[in-house]
């Protein structure tokens, strides 16, 4: 097993980004974490320091992605492990999301990741050596959550991608984990962390019941513990033969069996009729 010592963390200031930052400086590791503001960064983990850097980056900015990951591999020498976890969450029905405010999702949550991914890849391969963890949630498995349609397709599109990526940089010795996380308690249905549509459709009960039931009463109830999240991320770098699909919590666990059971029973349901598409 090769060493990975230094990681990168995108969406660090606050949320699981913040405790896995935490978890890594208390241990030893070194750690380049990134936010939108470098003040918030510097806050909650301190300036820059042999051992830790700040680093403020725009996702949305290809080229400071470039930059930044740049300033990380000067100060520390490499990068190891990259952790995609920043991004935001979107709750509304699909007909009351406008395109702008769905392109918007899109562009943090999807194509942040591939900005860094794009710009890490050739570091990671020039060492043959590293560790890509994309953050996707439970929702980018299982879509069944009225008013979290376009933030699911967003994972949904985090989930694919990874797989694919996994695949596609095996042969340089890299190793890809999808983090598929439940219900946390963390700062992500806070204020900031979540965005509302500007326009709202009243016949849309059940979406409304969704997002006030999320904002209301499982926030800061969440069954899962971020620092027990954290803490199995950084067994999973150091096993030899991680997994792809890290599934997190066990309502993430069951939720996923659900999932299954229910493509299981589709399959079976339509498999005699939907499986006559052949030319005779």
């Not at 990168?8 to 241990?27: E, F, N, P």
């Not at 949550?109 to 043959?128: D, Q």
Request: net charge negative; with cysteine; glycine share 8%.
């Amino acid at each position: 097993m090769k060493t990975r010592k230094t990681w990168l963390i995108t969406g660090a200031s606050k949320g699981l980004g913040l405790t896995l930052a935490k978890q890594l400086l208390a241990r030893g590791y070194q750690v380049a974490a990134t936010s939108r503001d470098i003040q918030s960064l510097e806050t909650a983990l301190g300036n820059a320091t042999a051992q830790f850097l700040p680093l403020a980056m725009d996702l949305t900015n290809e080229t400071d992605v470039a930059a930044n990951i740049q300033k990380a591999i000067k100060h520390f020498g490499t990068i190891d492990v990259v952790v995609n976890n920043a991004g935001y969450g979107l709750i509304g029905g699909l007909e009351e999301l406008t395109s702008d405010e769905a392109k918007a999702n899109f562009e943090v949550n999807v194509f942040g990741t591939l900005n860094v991914i794009r710009n890490v890849m050739p570091h990671l391969r020039e060492n043959n050596n590293g560790h890509i963890f994309n953050i996707s949630s439970i929702g980018g498995y299982h879509g069944g959550f009225p008013a979290f349609g376009i933030y699911c397709a967003t994972k949904f599109a985090v989930s694919g991608l990874t797989e694919s990526l996994s695949h596609e940089v095996k042969p340089f010795g890299i190793n890809v984990t999808l983090v598929l996380p439940g219900y946390f308690r963390t700062n992500f249905l806070s204020e900031g962390s979540i965005v509302k549509p500007k326009t709202e459709i009243a016949a849309y009960q059940n979406v409304r019941a969704v997002q006030q039931n999320h904002l209301e009463q499982i926030n800061t109830n969440q069954p899962g513990d971020p620092e027990k999240a954290a803490a199995v991320m950084i067994a999973v770098a150091v096993q030899a033969d991680p997994a792809l699909h890290l599934f997190l919590g066990a309502d993430a666990y069951q939720l996923a069996k659900d999932k299954i059971e229910l493509v299981q029973n589709d399959l079976a349901t339509f498999e005699s009729l939907a499986t006559r598409t052949s030319f005779e």
